[in-house]
């Protein structure tokens, strides 16, 4: 028998999921050519060749016993120090390796941090629309997920709302940007905005609010768009990234942590994340993985394979008339739906046009649905007469 909080756990369980299982099963009847499948963030661009070359290095001329074995909780101290190198390069910082905890993909950071530093009841904001899994990594550790309202056309954080949501019992506030599922990228005016609220919740109930950056696509953007450190904005500030998405190795579950030094408790919040990350039993991140991501500092996967669909995609369903927000970064687009309950639209696509996409509820936003264009070009190319049939079957305007 499971326990009864799994139970509602498995209940809720990812849509997102569900629609890949239904893409899969498609694609056996009609031919994987004819289901046009963007349900799931999975990239389609192969890992650089550097990542490779790094693997191979790493098993042909490393020690096997140092590459394999166990290490200090937060990871390979010589790993961090280059990864700490690297963002103090870029953004002119003054992290060490011991600002830096290596973790299994961002979902490991997230879940270690929330563990770290959760009490029963604790609040936790975020954004809507926002990725869902945050609901049962929040609840998971007894904590209250709580939505806070983003600009209805922009998409962005709205401060105001911000100012509404935070409370004596807020411990965090998670931003995710460039963001899953509207691929907007939060402005640094907004970000300051976002920031003063912070500080002034602060200083009225005399505990910190820590904000923890979820930026698994910081390197996915496009057009020049700029992701703010957000360290440099907000002095309480933990981010957690990953290579998932940055180096098309999501399987690998490898990412980091940065707990800035000036970050309030940072010294206490790095032991207990230490200790949270065996808890869990991630007990430290892939060993193999964190070594090839140190020597692969500055690769990223293809962003113009994203690009080009990106741009077809945008040009053609505005031609036919959908409303969408243009994404500056992620590969996801994020449509307003033709009817306002959009399972009626996810419905039809999937149905009519074998196009899966993710109903907007499982975002925290109704009327909208994702569509994730991490897949073959072809794959946007075949799918836009079907979108041009829906669109003139919910007879929207050019
Ligand atoms: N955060 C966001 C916003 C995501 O979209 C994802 C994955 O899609 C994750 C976290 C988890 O990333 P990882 O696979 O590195 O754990």
């Not at 369980?13 to 299982?21: D, G, L, N, V």
């Not at 931003?175 to 609220?197: D, H, I, K, Q």
């Not at 140190?294 to 409303?323: I, P």
Request: aromatic letters at 10%.
């Amino acid at each position: 028998m499971i326990s009864r909080k799994m139970q509602s756990y498995v209940a809720g369980s990812s849509a997102i999921r569900a629609m890949f299982e239904e893409g899969r099963r498609m694609a056996a009847v009609y031919g994987p050519d004819k289901v046009y499948d963007f349900s799931l963030g999975n990239p389609n661009v192969p890992a650089p060749d550097a990542v490779r070359e790094a693997i191979v290095g790493i098993v042909t001329q490393e020690d096997p016993v140092l590459v394999h074995g166990y290490m200090n909780n937060s990871g390979y101290e010589d790993v961090r120090e280059r990864l700490a190198g690297e963002l103090n390069r870029r953004y002119g910082t003054d992290y060490r390796a011991e600002h830096l905890m290596m973790t299994v993909g961002a979902a490991g950071g997230l879940n270690v941090i929330l563990k770290t530093i959760l009490d029963p009841g604790d609040e936790v904001i975020t954004v809507t629309p926002y990725f869902g899994e945050y609901r049962s990594y929040v609840s998971n550790y007894d904590g209250v997920l709580v939505e806070a309202a983003a600009d209805p056309v922009t998409f962005f954080p709205d401060p105001e709302d911000l100012g509404r949501k935070l409370n004596p019992r807020t411990k965090a506030l998670i931003l995710n940007s460039p963001n899953n599922p509207t691929g907007v990228v939060y402005p640094e005016p907004v970000l300051r905005a976002v920031a003063e609220r912070l500080e002034a919740a602060e200083r009225a109930f005399g505990h910190p609010i820590y904000l923890i950056s979820d930026e698994p696509y910081r390197e996915i953007v496009y057009d020049g768009a700029q992701v703010p450190w957000l360290p440099l904005l907000y002095r309480d500030t933990i981010v957690g990234t990953s290579y998932s998405k940055s180096l098309s190795l999501p399987g690998e579950r490898i990412g980091y942590l940065v707990i800035p030094p000036d970050l309030a408790d940072a010294e206490e919040v790095t032991a207990a994340a230490n200790v949270a990350g065996r808890i869990l039993g991630f007990v430290n991140a892939p060993s193999l993985m964190q070594r090839v991501v140190a020597r692969c500092c500055g690769e990223k996967a293809d962003v113009a394979f994203y690009d080009r669909n990106r741009k077809l995609l945008c040009d053609a369903l505005a031609a036919d008339g959908f409303t969408f927000v243009k994404p500056e970064g992620a590969f996801y687009l994020w449509i307003q739906s033709p009817t306002a309950d959009e399972r009626t639209f996810v419905k039809d696509a999937k149905e009519e046009e074998r196009i899966l996409l993710v109903q907007g509820r499982s975002f925290g936003c109704s009327g909208w649905v994702r569509l994730a264009y991490c897949v073959s070009h072809e794959t946007v190319q075949n799918a836009l007469p079907g979108f041009e049939r829906l669109a003139k079957k919910y007879e929207l305007s050019r």
